[in-house]
């Protein structure tokens, strides 16, 4: 069997940096997005060529650069790439360079070549690529590298693919349809380069979210608070005036949502794609204003000084949120998507890591939420398994969740992992359809002993101190308090944060006890329904929620749980 060079160096990994690789694929050099806010690295490579590429008798830092989707962490250094090598061709989708034209005026965007779904093209006589929606924003695509070396002693020349994918999602969302695993199958792909995401966590269904959400924001209105949303240009906004303009127990609120002037160019970059979307957005534009409403109870507007509170308020999520003060007054929530970047803690990221509001005013108040466009690790793992590729790299800023991923058995079993961390170059087999042991490619299983001792009245775990070493351990201990959970035969073990113990404790005082409510039943416990007759069984439930089979909680019982609350 021929063998080819294949390489991968990770310039950026996460939105901070940037996403940018450079892959070899025999005698091609390829980028794989540039989000680089300094592409000085990509200048320096020329001058080091045993740093990436093996390095052509070229001026350009590579011949191709795709573009997967149009959020600045892949799009932030095309600009300035294409100032320094006007020449350098880059492809994308037409949705992707659509959206970027609108948001962009210059020149580089219109210079884009557009490349249609699901048909490969010619990049040279040897080399094609093909687009795959990659699903959760319109235009962002999985891409597909081919290259067929010549083989004069083959009738049937041997190809190498290289599949690379940013952010996907393998549900519906309201503007995109989900990535189409069933295109990906038979494909043969010899190199995986995928995203971490989530890592190995699984989400709640997304009704679940959208439906916690709401009720975040009917409590928080209620309470006479205005809530300020910071959000990206391109994607969750967009998501979230949806939600809001179409979820019938919201469009009866009496409010007034108001969208910052860069996020509303998002939602007119969206306007110029309509035909893309799936058919019953295209309805409801037909009907009305896609994102605009100023009459009836719900508006939705471009921002403008207001004096109408409680209101509700998108802000770009590098806005300065401090800016707002004056506008939205002193009783704020301040409500974080949780980011990809952090998803061990999930709903509690603490406020400056993710979006610098350790200097908000005082009366503010904070709250994450989850409204998830990114797969999670199981979602991740079925992807993988419909592609079957022969070596998976996953990428993410923390090295903790690429060692997640790089331990799940079923993976191990059947692929060869690696991870891929900023600056380390990944340099594959010469030949991509041999393995190597598991012990080769990733690293072993950190175990911790352990004892258990049984009294009359608990239960006792001990663990070695070795594990407080792990950066992990800060999130799970954090209120000192865990919930234990059998799973089959195993007993799984999650610690209880701070920000979970006052969502229960605030949705156990707020509802009469005489309603007729999840939270007044007998097998709601710790946000979780344990009725096994119930079809939401084992899942969180909202509080306020109620199923066919619910059952009251003795009077006793509700005193008791009562105090825990108030405790």
Known sequence: MSSIPVKCFPYGVDSQTGICFGLQLGPYRILL??????????????????????????????????????????????EALHRHYPTLPIYTSTETQQLLSHLSANEWTSS?????????????????????????????????????????????????????????????????????????KGR????????????????????????????????????????????????????????????????????????????????????????????????????????????????????????????ILLAHNQACLQSYARTLGDQVLVMEPTLPEYPQVLCDVPSNTALGT???????????????????????????????????????????????????????????????????????????????????????????AGELVEAESAVTLSLSTHILDDPRWQTFADTGLIEAVWQGHQLVIRGLSQAELLRSSASQQTLDSNRTCCANCHYYRNQRCWQSESALYGFKVSPQGVCPVYEPVDASAAETRSSAAEG
């Not at 608070?225 to 809001?244: F, R």
């Not at 350790?358 to 993988?384: K, M, N, R, V």
């Open 112 to 184: 884009c070549n557009t490349v249609a779904w699901n048909t490969p093209l010619a990049l040279s006589t040897d080399l094609t690529i093909e687009f795959i929606p990659a699903g959760w924003l319109p235009g962002a695509a999985v891409c597909l590298l081919t290259y067929t070396p010549p083989n004069l002693e083959s009738d049937r020349p041997k190809s190498y693919t290289v599949a690379y994918t940013g952010d996907f999602y393998l549900t519906h969302t309201r503007f995109a349809p989900a990535l189409p695993t069933a295109c990906l």
């Open 358 to 448: 350790a200097s908000l005013p005082s009366t503010w108040e904070t709250q994450s939420f989850l409204l998830a466009q990114a797969c999670d690790g199981p979602s991740t793992t079925q992807l993988i398994h419909n592609i079957r590729p022969h070596h998976v790299a996953f990428y993410h800023r923390s090295p903790l969740v690429v060692e997640d991923l790089t331990q799940i058995a079923d993976l191990q079993h059947r692929y060869q992992l690696y991870p891929l961390a900023r600056g380390e170059r990944l340099k594959l087999p010469q030949d991509l359809s041999s393995r190597q042991s598991h012990e080769e490619l990733a690293p072993p299983i950190q175990t911790y």
């Open 188 to 311: 043969f792909v010899d190199l995986l380069i995928i995203k971490g995401g989530y890592g190995t966590l699984q989400h709640p269904p997304r009704k679940q979210q959208e439906s916690e959400f709401i009720q975040t924001l009917l409590r928080a209105l209620a309470a006479e608070q205005s809530i300020l949303i910071p959000v990206p240009q391109l994607g969750l906004g967009q998501e979230i005036l949806m939600l809001l303009r179409t979820h019938a127990e919201f469009t009866r609120q009496t409010v007034t949502v108001w969208v910052d002037e860069f996020v509303a160019k998002g939602c007119d970059a969206y306007a110029q794609i309509l035909s893309s979307f799936p058919s019953a957005i295209q309805n409801f534009a037909h009907q009305q204003f896609l994102f605009w409403q100023s009459t009836g109870r719900l508006q939705v507007r471009r921002f403008a000084s207001t004096s109408q509170l409680p209101c």
């Open 33 to 78: 997005d540039c989000g680089l806010a300094d592409i000085s690295r990509l200048q320096k490579s020329l001058t080091l060529p045993d740093d990436v590429f093996d390095q052509k008798s070229s001026e350009q830092p590579a011949d191709f650069v795709l573009c997967s989707q149009a959020h600045t962490d892949h799009t932030g250094g095309l």
